[in-house]
């Protein structure tokens, strides 16, 4: 199975700081790389898929780059509502595993 | 619009089953996968597998074979999921998703989740 780590597991940031998350897979996955944003109690929303395709409707301060084994989902500029956790999926080969997760906190 | 309605919530003894349905609207059934992801409390998300409701196939993590069912209703337009087996750590939330089209497997849209407390 593809392995799939984030870094880092949780980050402070405030309102307007731009900020970076990482996802590292064991194995290439060329450009099979997805981003999603889950908040408490609800389910995960598609933010970006393919590494750097913007899914419809997401907000542009959004975006994600990489290819092969090292990814990064960046918001440029963070809003209220972007304070959640981010994960990261392989959809290369089954079984399409996730990360572990990083937590967005307010500092 | 595109929505995926699950079934309630299920409270099961350990040793049972669960049987947890899926049922779409505002596309065409046949014509995306469903996946099936689970969230114990408090943790990160656990892809189990997912069904082509067009032709029945299915592929699933190895962890689950063996004890999950993946199935499809076309007649009425719904995705099940069973899992046998139930134990403390398969309380969990589980979630269906559809995946989108073009190859690149992301899951566009979510169901809202099926809370399923495993307790003796």
């Known amino acids: 199975d593809i392995q799939v780590t984030q870094s880092p597991s949780s980050l402070s940031a405030s309102v307007g700081d731009r900020v970076t998350f990482t996802c590292r897979a064991s194995?290439?996955?060329?450009?099979?790389l997805n981003w999603y944003q889950q908040k408490p109690g609800k389910a995960p929303k598609l933010l970006i898929y393919?590494?750097?395709s913007l899914q419809s409707g997401v907000p542009l301060r959004f975006s994600g780059s990489g290819s092969g084994t090292d990814f990064t989902l960046t918001i440029s500029s963070l809003q209220p509502e972007d304070f959640a956790t981010y994960y990261c999926q392989q959809s290369y080969s089954s079984p399409y595993t996730f990360g572990q997760g990083t937590n967005l906190e307010i500092k | 619009q595109v929505q995926l309605v699950q079934s309630g919530a299920e409270v099961k003894k350990p040793g049972a089953s669960v049987k947890v349905s899926c049922r779409p609207s505002g596309y065409a059934f046949t014509g995306y996968y469903i996946h099936w992801v689970r969230q114990a409390p408090g943790q990160g998300l656990e892809w189990m597998g997912r069904i082509n409701p067009n032709s029945g196939d299915t592929n699933s993590a190895q962890k689950f074979q063996g004890r999950v069912t993946m199935t499809c209703d076309t007649s009425i337009g719904t995705a099940y999921m069973e899992l046998t087996g139930l134990t403390s750590d398969s309380t969990v939330v589980y979630y269906c998703a559809r995946e989108m089209r073009g190859g690149v497997r992301g899951l566009d849209y979510w169901g809202q989740g099926t809370l399923v407390t495993v307790s003796s």
């Open positions: 393919a590494a750097s």
């Open positions: 194995q290439t996955i060329r450009s099979y």
